[in-house]
C-alpha cells in the first residue's frame, strides 16, 4: 500500500518555520496543532519509506542507507516540540496530546523499522557490506540502522511483528502515564512553614527559596513551603532542625509515586516489567536485561555487575565510616539514637561543616547561575575554541529560556544554546538535555539546536539566583551534554550528537563537571555577587580537601539504585512480583543496603526506568561513565594543564564532535591511545585502599 504525503490546511506546525535557527512558532502553536501535523508527518515518512523500498534500480548506499536517514526529518522536529514542551511547559491540554499519541507514534515508529521493502534492500546491503567500499563513517551508519531494525523486529514473521508492535504501543501509553503520575505527586506536595519555629536552622538563601516557591504558588506575601523540587528539599533536609518536618519531606519526596490514589505508579510499573519481558522473549531472550544490554559498551549483564559490585564492595565501609562519623556528631549535640534517612543530610553536612569549615551558606554567595554560565562559556572556549553570545531577541517556549548562539573558531555561527535554568509546576524534575534538530550534513543541518534544562529554586525578583557547589556541578554535567550535541561534527543525522551507546553518552557530560572544580576556573568566576571579589583560596582549598566527605553515601546510594534497576529487568519470570516496592525492598535488604542511606531513586518514581525506556537496565551507566571520565581527564593531569590545547583538540576530535560515527571502544582509544582503567574513579571517590578518610 501507499501512503498519502498530502498536506492538511494550514497549521503553523507544518508551515515553514521562520523564527531564527529554524525554531517553531512557539507562539502560535496551540495543543491541539499536534495531532494533525504529526498524523501528516507520518504518513510522509512512511510515504518516502515505500518510495525506497519500491525503487527498480538495485540497492546502493545512497538509494537507500542515506536516502533512509534523511527520511522523517519533518516528524523528528515535530515530536521533538512535543516532547520538549511536555517535559518543561505542559499543560493538561499538552498531557492529554501526550497520552493520545503515545501509542500511534510508537506504532508508527515500529513500522518504520519493520518497513519491509526498506529492510529487504538494507539487509541485503548489510551482508555485503565489508564490499561496498564504504567510509568508516558509511559503513558504522548501515551498521547501526541495521540493528535499530532488528533490534525492532524487521526480521519477525508478520503476526509475530503485529504482536510486537502491540507491546510497544502499550509501553509506550504506560510509561507516559508513569512520568505523568510523578509530576503530579511532585507539583501538588506543599510543606507550609507557618512560623519562625518551622524555619528554624535554614539560611537565608534557603528561606528565600521557599519565600519565592510560595509567591510562585500564589500565596500571601511572605509565606514559606518546601516543594519536592531537589533544589529545594535537599537545602531543607540538610539544614532544617526541625527532625519532624524533615522527616514529613523526606517521606513526601521519597512517597512519589505510591500514594495509593490515582497517581499510584506500582501496577503501571509492573504492566511496564511485564510488557519488557514479553520485549525480550520476541528477541530469544530470556529477559529484559539480556536485551537491554547486548547493545552497549559492557556488552551483557555479567561486566554491569562486574563494575557494580567492585565499587559496591569498596562503598559500604566508607559508608558505614561516615555513619560512625554522623553518630559521633549526633552525641556531641547529646542526641541519642541511630541517624534515620531524614537525618543524615543534617548530620553530614554538621561533620563537613567540623572537619572542613566549609558551610554551604558561606560558598553560595560566590556561585552565582550567572557567572557559572559564564564559567561553562569561557571553559568551551578555552577548551575547544567556540564562543557563546546571548540572544535576548529569540522568544522559545517559555521567558525563563535564555538563547545563545554559538560561534566556532573560524566565528562562524555553528549552533543555538537554548538554557532553560527554573522549576516550575509545568515541568518535569530533574536536569537533562535535549534538542530540536541534530547537527547532519545529510540533513542539511549546519547549525544544531540545543536545550539545557535544569530545575534550581528561583530567586525573588531582582536578586541573583546562588548555587550550591552541587547545583553548580549539575550545571556543567548538563552543558557536557550540551556540547556533546553542539560540537556534532558528522554527515548522517542517526549518528549526530548524544545518539551515542547509553553508557558512553554520559562520558562527555560527567567529563566536563571536572572543569568546574579547577582553581583557576574558581578563581576567575567564583565571585561574590555584591562585592565581585574572588572566591578566597583558602575557602577553595577547604572546598577541595572536602570532596571526598560524602562519598560513601552518594556512592552506595546511587549503587542502590543501580543494582536493584539490574535485579529487576533481570527478572526471568515475573509472576510472583505484584509490587515492585516490596521487590526493592527484600533486594536491597540482601545486598546489605544500610537502611539509613536509602537509594537515590525509588522504583516508583524511577523515572529514569519508567518514563522510557532508554536508561531502563541502564542506570549503572553513570557508574561505567565515571570510569571513563575519571580516567579521560587523567589526559589533562599528566600534562599538567587543564586546558592543554593538544589534549583538549584530541578531545575534540575524537569525543565530542563524533558521535555515534566511530565505535565507542575506538572513540576512547583514539582519545586516549588506551582503554580506561578503573583506579581514577575510585582514586577520585576516595575508594582506593589506604585513601579512606578516617572517623575522628
Known amino acids: 500500500m501507499t501512503h498519502s504525503a498530502a498536506a492538511p490546511s494550514v497549521n503553523p506546525l507544518l508551515a515553514a518555520w521562520t523564527g531564527p535557527f529554524g525554531l517553531p512558532p512557539f507562539s502560535e502553536i496551540r495543543p491541539e496543532h499536534f495531532a494533525p501535523a504529526l498524523a501528516h508527518a507520518m504518513r510522509q515518512h512512511l510515504a518516502e519509506l515505500d518510495a525506497i523500498g519500491a525503487q527498480p534500480d ?32 505542559t499543560s493538561p491540554a499538552l498531557q492529554a496530546v501526550q ?45 547501526r540502522l541495521h540493528d535499530d531494525a532488528v533490534r525492532s523486529g524487521a526480521r519477525f514473521n508478520p503476526g509475530a511483528q503485529a504482536r510486537y508492535s502491540a507491546i510497544m504501543q502499550e509501553q509506550a501509553t504506560l510509561t507516559t502515564r508513569f512520568a ?26 534557603v528561606r528565600a527559596a521557599a519565600r519565592q516557591a510560595a509567591a510562585e504558588r500564589g500565596l500571601p506575601a511572605g509565606s514559606h513551603v518546601v516543594t519536592l523540587n531537589r533544589s529545594l528539599i535537599v537545602p531543607f533536609l540538610t539544614f532544617s532542625e ?33 510488557l519488557r519481558q514479553q520485549q525480550a522473549a520476541a528477541h530469544g531472550c530470556t529477559c529484559y536485561a539480556d536485551y537491554a544490554l547486548a547493545d552497549t559498551m559492557a556488552g551483557n549483564q555479567a561486566e554491569v555487575r562486574k563494575l557494580l559490585h567492585e565499587v559496591w564492595r569498596r562503598a559500604l565501609p566508607a559508608a558505614e565510616r561516615e555513619r560512625q562519623a554522623l553518630v559521633a556528631m549526633m552525641r556531641t549535640h547529646q542526641v541519642d539514637g541511630e541517624p534515620q534517612a531524614w537525618d543524615w543530610r543534617y548530620w553530614s553536612e554538621k561533620v563537613r561543616q567540623a572537619r572542613y569549615a566549609i558551610d554551604e551558606a558561606e560558598l553560595k554567595p560566590y556561585f552565582s547561575l550567572d557567572n557559572m554560565v559564564q564559567a561553562l562559556f569561557d571553559c568551551a572556549q578555552r577548551l575547544f575554541g567556540v564562543r557563546f553570545e546571548a540572544r535576548p531577541a529569540i522568544q522559545a517556549y517559555h521567558p525563563d529560556v535564555k538563547a545563545y548562539e554559538m560561534f566556532d573558531a573560524a566565528g562562524r555561527s555553528a549552533g543555538l544554546f537554548l538554557q532553560d535554568n527554573f522549576a516550575r509546576q509545568s515541568k518535569r524534575s530533574g536536569a537533562w538535555m535535549s534538542d530540536f534538530n541534530y547537527q547532519s550534513r545529510n540533513r542539511g543541518v549546519a547549525a544544531p539546536i540545543i536545550v539545557n534544562n535544569n530545575n534550581f529554586a528561583k530567586a525573588a525578583p531582582g536578586e541573583p539566583t546562588l548555587l550550591s557547589f552541587d547545583d553548580a556541578r549539575t550545571l556543567f554535567h548538563e552543558f557536557g551534554h550540551g556540547l556533546h550535541g553542539l560540537l556534532s561534527n558528522v554527515t548522517y543525522h542517526r549518528l549526530a ?11 562527555p557530560s560527567q567529563l566536563f563537571e571536572h572543569w568546574l572544580s579547577q582553581p583557576e576556573v574558581l578563581a576567575r568566576h567564583a565571585r561574590h555577587w555584591q562585592t565581585g571579589e574572588p572566591i578566597p583560596q583558602a575557602l ?118 563524533v558521535g555515534d560515527s566511530v565505535p565507542p571502544q575506538q572513540a576512547y582509544t583514539d582519545f586516549r591511545g588506551r582503554l580506561p582503567a578503573l583506579e581514577p574513579l575510585l582514586s577520585k571517590r576516595g575508594l582506593l585502599e589506604g585513601e579512606n578518610l578516617p572517623v575522628g
Open 180 to 205: 505523568q503520575n510523578v509530576l503530579a505527586d511532585e507539583s501538588s506536595y506543599l510543606l507550609p512553614l507557618t512560623s519562625e519555629a518551622d524555619l528554624a536552622g535554614l539560611p537565608d538563601f
Open 58 to 89: 538495485e540497492p546502493t548506499f545512497d538509494n537507500t542507507v542515506a536516502a533512509l536517514d534523511r527520511a522523517g526529518a519533518l516528524l523528528y522536529r515535530l515530536e521533538a516540540v512535543l516532547g520538549n514542551l511536555t517535559a518543561s511547559e
Open 99 to 143: 497520552r493520545d499519541m503515545a501509542a500511534p507514534l510508537a506504532a508508527h515508529d515500529t513500522a518504520v523499522k519493520m518497513h519491509a521493502g526498506v529492510f529487504r534492500r538494507l539487509n541485503a546491503l548489510h551482508a555485503r557490506r565489508h564490499e561496498l567500499g564504504l567510509s568508516p563513517e558509511a559503513q558504522r551508519l548501515l551498521e
Open 497 to 507: 550528537g548524544t545518539q551515542v551507546l547509553r553508557d558512553f553518552v554520559e562520558l
Open 242 to 274: 526541625r527532625r519532624d518536618l524533615r522527616e514529613q519531606a523526606w517521606r513526601a519526596w521519597v512517597g512519589r509515586g505510591e500514594s495509593g490514589g490515582p497517581t499510584d505508579n506500582r501496577a503501571l510499573a509492573r504492566q511496564i516489567l511485564q
Open 540 to 657: 577553595i582549598d577547604r572546598l577541595q580537601a572536602a570532596q571526598r566527605w560524602g562519598q560513601g553515601y552518594d556512592t552506595v546510594s546511587y549503587l542502590g539504585s543501580a543494582l536493584v534497576d539490574l535485579a529487576l529487568h533481570a527478572q526471568t519470570n515475573l509472576q510472583g512480583l505484584d509490587d515492585v516496592s516490596a521487590f526493592e525492598r527484600e533486594e536491597l535488604a540482601r545486598l546489605g543496603m544500610p537502611p539509613a542511606l536509602g537509594v537515590r531513586h525509588r522504583l516508583v518514581h524511577f523515572q529514569h526506568l519508567f518514563a522510557g525506556s532508554s536508561y531502563a537496565c541502564g542506570y549503572y551507566v553513570y557508574l561505567w561513565a565515571e570510569v571513563l571520565d575519571a580516567d579521560a581527564f587523567g589526559a589533562f593531569e599528566e600534562v599538567g594543564n587543564p586546558f592543554d590545547a593538544d589534549v583538549a583538540a584530541r578531545l575534540h576530535r575524537h569525543i565530542y564532535s
